[in-house]
């Protein structure tokens, strides 16, 4: 298992190689030079379009004036995954690479915010908001600030330690709190106060990793009220909605993958273990609750279909992460790699975006989700085994 999962790293590899590290996003439909003048700047247009742009089984972009790009978040997990990668073999071309997209995350920053953010590059119409492209997410900065203490931690270098202090001051100052008695939820973006819970704990994540280093009591004490909110609205069956507006309603896979990973970065960073046993019950229900037998990642907790990418690839991430608390967890990583490199892997080295219940395939490559997570993860795994 461990040749066949480096032979598909191998493969992903030279594909992102080749293709310069370039893409397309499931959610860049409103790029569409053809048809992005006539949603005539109408929400339900804009959603209509984009929807229907990532949701059609054939990719249509090359015909509707879509072009492939480099993604900020992708960069990011592919920085983690050749750091990931060097640890492994010790070959140098890895530390080169994941130096590149460190590099390349500096240099390409949002504009007009203090602090070190990242944003799509293109616009995003969601259901609750309109995003401009190039403004940042705390979902973004926060999976970025990671891969930069992954490289301080890696490389010794001090300029990536700041980096992610900078990523913390953009939380700090730009995006606003809801409050909720004695806790509080962090903006999902800073052009309008969201909550969502995946963002809110990956932006106390990374405020709790970071406050590891530098020791800002500020930082700590948003994390923990920001944790305390989520944790707040845990379910009786342990799960977590999306968000507690009710158009947020779902409990889908790689979103309680992102809190369970996100809540346990924070207990094992500040050493407050107070809610480890709400941490425990919420991956119990995660583990059972996600997986079909032979390693299969459902999507949502009640239904399996679509079979998407970015739910094996953080599957085999947060299992990974929680092989200290579940003994059975790196035997269902395997399960869930083997998976996702028999069913979902072309022979070209990249990784499909979706199968459908009806036998389609979306094989349209995209960068963060699919290429860059599955980089990630597999790189993860095999550092285990």
């Known amino acids: 298992m461990k040749d066949k999962i480096l032979q598909s790293i191998l493969k992903l590899d030279r594909w992102l190689e080749e293709n310069n590290y370039k893409a397309y996003d499931p959610f860049d439909g409103l790029s569409s030079v053809i048809l992005r003048p006539f949603t005539f700047k109408n929400r339900f247009l ?48 890895y530390a080169k690479k994941a130096k590149y997209c460190l590099d390349w995350l500096v ?38 600030g990671h891969a930069f203490l992954d490289a301080y931690e890696h490389f010794k270098d001090k300029n990536y330690l700041d980096t992610a202090i900078s990523s913390c001051k953009h939380i700090m100052n730009h995006l606003s709190r ?44 948003l994390a923990a009220k920001a944790i305390r909110y989520t944790l707040k609205y845990q379910r009786e069956d342990h799960s977590w909605f999306y968000g507690e507006s009710p158009n947020l309603h779902w409990v889908d896979n790689f979103h309680t ?74 035997d269902m990583a395997m399960k869930v790699a083997n998976w996702a490199i028999d069913n979902m892997q072309d022979e070209s080295g990249y990784f499909y975006y979706r199968r459908y219940n009806h036998g389609m395939i979306n094989k349209t490559p995209t960068l963060h989700w699919g290429q860059a997570t599955m980089l990630c993860s597999l790189s993860g795994l095999l550092q285990r085994l």
């Open 107 to 144: 240099e390409h920053q949002s504009k007009g915010y203090s602090g070190a953010c990242w944003g799509n590059h293109f616009d995003y119409q969601s259901r609750v908001f309109y995003l401009p492209k190039g403004v940042p997410t705390v979902v973004w900065v926060s999976l970025i």
């Open 257 to 330: 993958a992102y809190v369970l990973d996100s809540i346990k970065i924070y207990i094992e960073n500040t050493g407050d273990k107070e809610y480890r046993d709400r941490l425990e019950t919420g991956y119990d229900f995660w583990r059972n609750n996600f997986f079909l037998v032979d390693g299969t990642p459902k999507y949502y907790d009640r239904k399996i279909f679509p079979l998407d990418i970015q739910c094996a690839s953080q599957a085999i991430d947060t299992l990974v992460f929680f092989s200290d608390i579940d003994e059975t967890s790196i």
């Open 178 to 221: 809801y409050q909720d008695g004695e806790t509080a939820c962090i903006s999902y973006i800073p052009i309008d106060n969201k909550q969502v819970h995946n963002a809110n704990t990956l932006g106390a994540s990374l405020l709790a990793r970071t406050y590891k280093y530098c020791k800002n009591d500020e930082l700590r004490s």
């Open 46 to 93: 804009r959603i209509a379009l984009q929807q229907g742009i990532r949701r059609f089984p054939i990719n249509l972009r090359p015909f509707l004036g879509v072009r492939k790009n480099y993604s900020s978040k992708g960069m990011g997990f592919l920085a983690r995954g050749y750091i990931r990668l060097h640890k492994t073999t010790g070959k140098e071309e």
